[in-house]
């Protein structure tokens, strides 16, 4: 059974902190997609990783992808309120997009 | 339509009443996808549609669940003799084709409640 673990659980820091998110599995993806949910709505997808050792970065946010493509973080620097949510890491394992979900990091970021 | 859309938004039920959850994808949208999210939780697959066609129902906790889709379109999720375990929020989304490079939209989701 593929997982993937996400640490931290929960993180709650100031207004223009850095902060990374982890996601860990044992095992491989064929990708790694990390969202971004609020309450009352959907996980809006952030970004997709796809090759190995990839690094993709969205204004604040920078994404890498392990070299085994097991593992992925994302970073945010000069954090604002409005990054609060909840994010979420999931594994496409290939064949048809079924995504394996973490658990989530919900992110709360303080004026 | 312009997004995913589900009905109801909430719904409470009794235990051991059957419940029906629906899920509109975005038009033109072949892939649709359910997953159940419990509270604190991730997403938990739950099946996946291909056109009108499951291919992967691997992911329904018990024979209580089950889903259609008709006219590649229009999908129901339907939970039978409903258990308080079945308490979550069932998302849908809907993709382009079943390809990674497809991006899955998720609806707002349907928040159950079973008293």
């Known amino acids: 059974t593929q997982l993937l673990e996400q640490s931290p659980q929960f993180l709650s820091i100031q207004e223009g902190e850095n902060l990374t998110v982890y996601c860990n599995s044992s095992?491989?993806?064929?990708?790694l997609q990390w969202y971004r949910q609020e309450p009352g709505e959907g996980p809006v997808l952030l970004v997709t990783?796809?090759?190995?050792?990839e690094v993709k970065k969205l204004k604040r946010l920078t994404f890498q992808f392990g070299d085994a493509r097991k593992d992925s973080s994302l970073h945010i620097t000069a954090a604002q309120p409005g990054d609060t949510g909840l994010y979420l890491c999931?594994?496409?394992?290939?064949?048809?997009?079924?995504?394996?979900f973490g658990a989530g990091t919900r992110l709360a970021v303080h004026p | 339509g312009a997004g995913v859309s589900q009905s109801p938004s909430n719904k409470v039920t009794e235990k051991g009443k059957d419940v029906e959850l629906r899920c509109d994808p975005i038009?033109?949208?072949?892939?649709l996808y359910w997953y159940r999210q419990s509270l604190g939780q991730g997403l938990e697959f739950l099946i996946y549609?291909?056109?009108?066609?499951?291919?992967?129902k691997s992911g329904l906790p018990s024979d209580r669940f089950s889903a259609e889709r008709t006219g590649g379109s229009v999908s129901t999720l339907t939970i039978q003799r409903t258990q308080q375990e079945d308490s979550a929020v069932y998302l849908c989304?809907?993709?382009?084709?079943?390809?990674?490079?497809?991006?899955?939209?998720f609806g707002a989701g349907t928040r159950l409640s079973v008293l």
């Open positions: 989304a809907s993709s382009q084709g079943i390809l990674a490079k497809n991006i899955q939209y």
């Open positions: 038009s033109g949208h072949t892939a």
């Open positions: 549609f291909q056109g009108n066609s499951a291919p992967d």
């Open positions: 095992s491989v993806f064929s990708s």
């Open positions: 990783v796809v090759t190995g050792g």
């Open positions: 999931a594994g496409d394992s290939g064949g048809y997009n079924k995504l394996i």
